[in-house]
Each structure stands twice: as structure tokens, then as C-alpha cells.
Nanobody, 120 residues
Framework: QVTLVESGGGLVQPGGSLRLSCAHS????????MDWYRQAPGREREFVAS???????NYAVSVKGRFTISRDNDKRTVYLQMNNLKPEDTAVYYC??????????????WGQGTLVTVSS
């Protein structure tokens, strides 16, 4: 019902910046809270940042002060601006959202991921 497509990943040197994008296919994007997660090699998927339909944001301690999440409802896109990147930020970054089509049901959707590699 909802398709999420990430883009913007790539190779960047430590201290550099990168902006990720996640395009949402649904008409109800503006009512959805959006999240970014990441998964490093050999590690479990971890929370990175979230932004609510009311534009309130939350961040993992490891990225707070360096990353900024934002959204453009007209473009149905959520962004993750990543500054002062560190090698430990290397991971596949995933876009995520939850949708409640009925009172009793909640669906979760994940993008396919975009790879961020921080290395000199």
C-alpha cells in the first residue's frame, strides 16, 4: 500500500556531509510519522531519527547534534541531513513508517535501504 524509496547514499570522507532522501508513495504522507534506522555490518538495526506529522523530531544520542531530520509534505519526502560524519556512521540507512488503516490494525513499511560509507 505504501512504498518507500531511499536515495542519496554514497562514499564520503570523515567529517564530510551527506543528505539522504526517502520518497513516500501514499496520499496520507502528511499524517504519517517517519523514521530513519540504520544497520551496520554485523550489527542489529538501530534507530537514528524520527519526525512526526507535527514536525517534532527525536534523535539517537549517537547522532544528536550532527544529523537533522526534516520533511516536505508537498514532495512526500523525508530527509536526513548528516554532518560531521564518522566511520562508525557507516551503515545501510532505512526509511520507515507505520500506518493504521483501521482501528485494530497497524502496518509497518520499510524502504530497501541506501548505503552510506564513511572512509578515508
Amino acid at each position: 500500500q505504501v512504498t518507500l524509496v531511499e536515495s542519496g547514499g554514497g562514499l564520503v570522507q570523515p567529517g564530510g556531509s551527506l543528505r539522504l532522501s526517502c520518497a513516500h508513495s501514499g496520499r496520507g504522507f502528511g499524517r504519517n510519522d517517519m523514521d530513519w534506522y540504520r544497520q551496520a555490518p554485523g550489527r542489529e538495526r538501530e534507530f537514528v531519527a524520527s519526525i512526526s506529522s507535527g514536525y517534532s523530531s527525536n534523535y539517537a544520542v549517537s547522532v544528536k547534534g550532527r544529523f537533522t531530520i526534516s520533511r516536505d509534505n508537498d514532495k512526500r519526502t523525508v530527509y536526513l541531513q548528516m554532518n560531521n560524519l564518522k566511520p562508525e556512521d557507516t551503515a545501510v540507512y532505512y526509511c520507515h513508517t507505520r500506518v493504521s488503516p483501521t482501528i485494530e490494525a497497524t502496518l509497518e513499511f520499510w524502504g530497501q535501504g541506501t548505503l552510506v560509507t564513511v572512509s578515508s
